[in-house]
């Protein structure tokens, strides 16, 4: 979905709304679970920690230029790839955990809301 080429503000209400359906759908309480899970697991043990790293942090070639969904002018539009990969991640991660600990305080609308404060571009002044 990020990578298909369309305009960065598209993608972040795209991203935005797909995410919140995976969460009032139940589908990422099962991800969050199961990622609590191996993050605790993969940092007792280096080798799975290796692994994970090496799935979650792809490396060089991995991307370049702008994040897909922030948009020229913006404070994410502004880092390096890899940078603003790693915020989106753990805004990912972050919101799917704290929606499942607590969802009246951490509604799973919030996301799209913080993406888009993110991806949006920077006021003159």
């Known amino acids: 979905m990020l990578h298909g080429g369309r305009p960065a503000g598209e993608l972040a ?3 935005g709304a797909y995410w919140v359906d995976g969460a009032r759908g139940g589908g990422q309480d099962r991800f969050a679970r199961l990622t ?13 920690r290796e692994q994970l790293v ?9 991307g370049s230029g702008r994040h897909p969904p922030a948009v020229e002018g913006s404070g994410l539009g502004e880092l390096p790839y890899d940078e603003a990969d790693a915020i989106l991640k753990s805004l990912d991660l972050g919101m ?7 969802p ?8 799209p809301k913080a993406l888009r404060l993110l991806a949006a571009p920077k006021a003159d002044g």
């Open 104 to 111: 009246e305080r951490c509604p799973p609308e919030l996301f």
């Open 36 to 48: 609590v899970e191996f993050m605790v697991h993969a940092v007792r043990h280096p080798a799975v």
């Open 13 to 15: 209400e795209e991203f």
């Open 96 to 102: 799917r955990l704290l929606t499942l600990l607590a």
């Open 54 to 62: 090496g799935l979650l942090f792809p490396g060089e070639g991995a």
